[in-house]
Every structure is written in C-alpha cells, then in structure tokens.
C-alpha cells in the first residue's frame, strides 16, 4: 500500500499503487474530454501514462459523457462523470506536455497528479472581452469572405459580438442547453432585420451568415467525424447528434426572426 500526498502535505488516498495510476489517468482524462479533446487522443494519453506508471493492462472506455478506467489485476474498476464540455486547447496541451514530462521521469506519480490539478484550476484563458471581439472580427471576416458587401461589415461586427454574448451569458445561467443557441439566433436575426430597414446596412442574408459564425459548432462536427473514423461509434454520433441540435436551434432562431419580425 502506498500513500499519494499532494501539494501542500494534503493526504488524498491509502491504496494500492495501480489504483492510484487509474486515478491519474481519470483525471487528465477528464480534463481533455472536458476541453474539448477527440476520444481517441483521451484514450491514448490514458494509456501512455499508465504504461509510463508500470501498469502494462490497462482498459479504458470513453465517451462524451463519461471516462471508465480498469486493469485486469485489480478489483475494482474507477469510473468519472463529464460534467461540462467547453473548448480550451491550452489544457489539452498541458496535459500532454505533462505527460512527456511523466514519461522522462520528470515527475513523479504524486507530482503529475498535482500537475493535473494546476491545470485544470490554474490554466489561463482568454478574457470574456477577447471573446467577444474575436467573434465580432469573425463575424465580419467571415461575412466578406463568403462575398458579402462591406457595407455590412459594420453592422456584422456589432451582431456577431452581440449574438455570441448572449450565447455566453445564456449558457451559463441556463440549465436547459440549445436554448442559448436558440436566443442568440433570434437576436441576430432580429437585429439584423432592423439594421437593414433602418438602412444601416444592405442585406440581411450576409449579417446573419457571418454573425451565426461564431455559434456554428465546427469543433463538435470534426471531432464527431474523427471519433467515427477512429472507430468510436457511440462518442462520434453523440457528437454528430449535438452538433445537429445545436444547428437546428440556430435555425429555429433565425425562422422565428422573419417570421414575427
């Protein structure tokens, strides 16, 4: 039996070794599927991680909404909830380059588990103000790209960031998902109508395509595809089914603009 300490002298488990390696591997696990990361790269880091431990059977089952991790050569299997899904490449990252880190020998077991925790906690992310104008400049990129007039470009910019903040402030206070997707479309294709008839901009069909942008969900679409491919059925239509949801409440948005506006 062996203790795990972490940071600070705060005393975690009294288990065996092995069972102590499943939870690392849970936890960066956790992290990745929660930033965003495919299936099969949460599985393969899994893995490495524990093979770099000295646990050579591990077994692990992923999915969008959970991470199961087992050995044969214990009794007990460990399993974890994904409780929330964003997009935060910065910590899919870390987690790997911690793991090289495991696997020089840079780490020890109670060290990278510490490490785990630092980044999930501590890994800095973008501003809220960023965001909101990132998806602005998107918006209106985007819009000029696919051939629109740059006499929208500045109604664009303002719509995109409006509709993306209410997305953002939507999706956290909301328990209900899609709803946000759904509202943020609404407004865009509100405000898109009036800019048009208040002659600030010219057409309505370039504001709404490169202000609903930002609110496309291309990350779920391509990790869907490459889960699939990876031979991850359950995960890749999960995520392709998702992804159908979420575009069907943007265009629900938009249909109840020109219809009641």
């Known amino acids: 039996m062996r203790e795990l300490i972490l940071k600070g002298g705060v005393y975690l488990a009294q288990q065996s070794y092995a069972q102590l ?12 599927m929660e930033s965003g990361s495919e299936v099969y790269r949460v599985e393969d880091t899994m893995k490495r991680i524990a093979k770099n431990a000295g646990l050579e059977d591990i077994q692990t089952y992923v ?25 935060n490449l910065e910590k899919v990252a870390a987690v790997n380059r911690g793991s090289r880190l495991f696997a020089e020998g ?17 890994t800095p992310d973008f501003p809220y103000t960023w965001k909101i104008l990132a998806s602005g400049v998107v918006s209106s990129t985007l819009m000029i790209i696919l051939r629109g007039d740059w006499q929208d470009f500045i109604a664009t910019f303002i719509i995109g960031m409006l509709g993306f903040s209410v997305h953002t402030f939507f999706g956290k206070k909301l328990e209900m998902k899609f709803l946000n997707d759904f509202l ?25 395509i490169g202000s609903i942008m930002p609110l496309v969900p291309g990350l779920a679409i391509t990790n869907s595809f490459r889960d699939i491919m990876a031979g991850h059925l359950i995960s890749g239509v999960a995520r392709a089914t998702e992804a159908l949801f979420v575009a069907g409440a943007i265009g629900g948005g938009i249909i109840v603009a020109f219809n009641f506006f």
């Not at 840079?106 to 501590?122: A, G, K, R, V």
């Not at 405000?191 to 709404?208: D, G, K, Q």
């Open 21 to 32: 390696v499943l939870i690392t591997c849970l936890k960066a696990g956790k992290i990745m």
């Open 63 to 87: 999915t969008a909404t959970g991470l199961i991790v087992g050995s044969p050569s214990e009794e007990n299997s460990q399993v974890i909830q994904i409780t929330q899904q964003s997009i």
């Open 106 to 122: 840079q780490l020890s077991l109670p060290d990278f588990y510490n490490h785990l925790n630092e980044i999930d906690h501590i």
């Open 184 to 208: 943020a479309a609404l407004l865009i294709g509100v405000l898109a109508i009036c800019s048009v008839h208040l002659s600030l901009a010219r057409e309505i069909n370039n504001i709404i």
